[in-house]
């Protein structure tokens, strides 16, 4: 039974790793788009309109609230695992 409960908590280890990885791609990503956006410069830019701007400020806020509730999933997925875990773990009363 214990090599069992090794083998299901080394499996979510890979798990969670492998989902922060993806998490830091995002982050990384979402990081370079806000890198642009600050350094475009503060006097009115005359390139496709007010609109466009507007847009473009609507897709990285959208972008950063994605990485954002990843990151919660991510922190539920981790804690409900353990939870898991801790019960399996924990010495069961014999009924």
């Known amino acids: ?3 069992e409960v090794t083998s299901i908590i080394a499996h979510m280890a890979k798990s ?6 993806m998490l830091e791609a995002k982050r ?3 990081f370079n788009m806000a890198h642009v956006v600050t350094a475009l410069p503060n006097e009115t830019i005359q390139f496709q ?10 897709d990285l806020t959208k972008s950063v609230t ?5 990151l919660a999933d ?17 010495p069961q ?3």
């Not at 969670?16 to 990885?21: D, F, G, I, K, T």
């Not at 991510?74 to 924990?90: F, S």
């Open 28 to 30: 990384q990503s979402i």
């Open 16 to 21: 969670h790793s492998e989902m922060a990885r």
């Open 93 to 95: 009363e014999e009924e």
């Open 66 to 70: 994605a990485y954002l509730n990843s």
């Open 49 to 58: 309109g007010a609109d466009m701007i507007a847009s473009n400020s609507i």
């Open 1 to 3: 039974m214990d090599q």
């Open 74 to 90: 991510l922190a539920d997925a981790i804690g409900d695992h353990l939870e898991l875990v801790v019960k399996e773990m924990t």
